[in-house]
């Protein structure tokens, strides 16, 4: 493809060499969080096409659209000689459908993709295991490996800068430890991802008794057994984490109803889908965990208090004249169902409220509850705060939770709560730590797991509806939150495990 004549072809830009390129590659998203057509792709390339060198189908999207449709995204690509990559979907292949990875790489094959990811950005796949599937797919199909590995520069949450610049020269080393590994003379694939620089990691020479579970993946008798310990969510190889990388194994087990805590497990598998999702910060993994801990202990029932907590916390968002329910990434990903429809019980605004806050969460978090029924979410480009908070939870909506006058927190919320408090709001926290500042402080603390609360708290809501304003009323001045939080703390110190 030629170069195209520009306008102010006198400015300075950085100039690339024609395609097909070694350097300065460039890898678009196709159909992700919205889908993506013919038309709006063809528009894209016609303009900015010179730069494209790979187009990405993400998240498997190319599973759920037409075959014609596909291949005719993938003939426009290669009109404008753009390669056309299926994407990391190989990681979910391993974990569902482990028996059918090899149908995996012949169907890309044939319906016309140039390259297949082989990435671990989920499942905890060893750096051995990734250099013997790029051997596979280089070796026994018509397609370019392309395993990536993820280098990250910058903070993301609390990371300290100490943790981040020992994390990077781990990762650096892991890179080196693998470009040693090529043999030479080997034909090197395209292994060139946007995000992570190039990375080229084709072979390894096997030494004497380095005999990871996965072995050969070029002897057909072991490979299957392999990549079905891979989708199983086994570390494999001697390199069995990459370290400095925090990673999650894939979350796909199969959990028997007879499993006396089969709730808690599903519970978990949803949080870190929600990690995947990108709806849930990997801190909020630990808040899970410390939450868990809690409703063990309460042996993973609501207790009576709670529930007098629930009918007391529904009878006051019925009362309320602008009710908000904060909705933070945990919550989306465990219960966002139950939060639209409280909401529509008690008829209350929804609003994303997050500590560790990016747009970009933001904006995933609220179209996430809007797949769910929704109708309207606040928080994206939310710019008012509220005093005495110096960190990003303190931003809200204007017309959400700087103006309600009652809000629901779902889950711990910290000094939240007292600023709410100063502001002369009600707030209703649930949290299963009745020792908490979260619960100290509410009005109305609702000690409970918030996959049972937020139900509970709906039964009652449209219990109540028609309830006149005196009943609700007494309802809620008859409720003791000192009582509730002393009824848990007792079932915890006297509970049988």
């Keep these: 493809m030629a170069d195209p004549d520009r306008p102010f072809e006198f400015l300075h830009v950085n100039e690339r060499e024609s395609k097909p390129r070694s350097t300065g590659i460039t890898e678009i998203r196709g159909p992700y969080y919205d889908p993506m057509g013919p038309r709006e792709l063809r528009d894209i390339l016609e ?21 014609e449709a596909v291949m005719e995204l993938i003939d426009i690509c290669h009109e404008y000689d753009i390669k056309v990559s299926t994407g990391g979907y190989v990681e979910n292949v391993l974990a569902r459908d482990n028996d059918s990875v090899e149908r995996y790489f012949a169907e890309a094959e044939r319906v016309g993709f140039d390259i297949v990811e082989l990435s671990s950005g989920f499942l905890a ?173 309460l042996g993973e029932r609501t207790l009576p208090s709670a529930d007098a907590a629930a009918r007391a916390g529904a009878a006051r968002l019925l009362l309320a004249d602008q009710p908000v329910l904060s909705v933070n990434g945990n919550v989306a990903a465990l219960a966002p169902e139950a939060v639209v429809e409280l909401a529509g019980a008690v008829e209350a605004a929804i609003e994303v409220n997050l500590f560790h806050r990016t747009e970009d969460r933001i904006e995933r978090i609220a179209a996430h509850l809007r797949e769910h029924g929704a109708e309207r979410v606040l928080g994206p480009g939310a710019e008012t705060r509220l005093p005495g908070l110096d960190h990003d ?13 009652v809000v629901l927190v779902p889950l711990e919320d910290g000094d939240r709560a007292a600023a709410l408090a100063e502001l002369g709001k009600t707030e209703i926290v649930i949290d299963l730590n009745p020792l908490s500042r979260s619960a100290r402080a509410a009005a109305i603390p609702v000690v409970d797991n918030l ?32 009582a509730t939080r002393r009824a848990a703390e007792q079932a915890i110190r006297e509970g049988e495990l």
Excluded: W
């Excluded at 797919?137 to 943790?163: C, H, M, R, W």
């Excluded at 096997?206 to 990871?212: I, M, S």
């Excluded at 049972?452 to 309802?475: C, D, F, K, N, Q």
């Design 47 to 67: 303009t900015m096409g010179h730069y494209v060198d790979i187009y990405k189908f993400s998240g498997g999207s190319f599973a759920l659209m037409p075959e």
């Design 125 to 297: 796949i060893g750096a051995d295991d990734i250099v013997r599937m790029t051997e596979v797919v280089d070796s026994d199909y018509d397609l370019e490996p392309k395993p990536e590995i993820n280098v990250q520069f910058g903070a993301g949450g609390a990371t300290n800068p100490e943790t981040l610049e020992e994390q990077g020269q781990q990762r650096v080393a892991d890179r080196r430890r693998l470009r040693d590994r090529e043999r030479p003379g080997h034909r090197e694939p395209g292994l060139r991802g946007a995000r992570s620089g190039d990375v080229r990691v084709v072979h390894q020479e096997l030494r004497p008794g380095d005999q990871p579970l996965c072995r050969q993946l070029t002897d057909r008798r072991t490979r299957d057994d392999a990549l079905g310990a891979v989708g199983q969510g086994h570390h494999l190889g001697p390199d069995r984490h990459l370290e400095g990388r925090p990673r999650l194994t894939a979350a796909m087990t199969e959990i028997p109803e007879s499993h006396p805590r089969a709730g808690s497990l599903r519970t978990r598998e949803q949080i870190i889908k929600g990690v995947e999702a990108g709806l849930t910060s990997q801190q909020g993994l630990i808040a899970q965990g410390r939450g868990e801990a809690f409703d063990y202990l």
């Design 393 to 405: 939870r303190a931003l809200v909506a204007a017309e959400g939770i700087a103006a309600a006058d």
């Design 451 to 482: 996959v049972r609360a937020l139900p509970t708290m709906t039964g009652h809501a449209r219990e109540l509806g028609g309830a006149e304003e005196e009943t609700l009323r007494g309802i809620v001045e008859a409720f003791d939150p000192e």
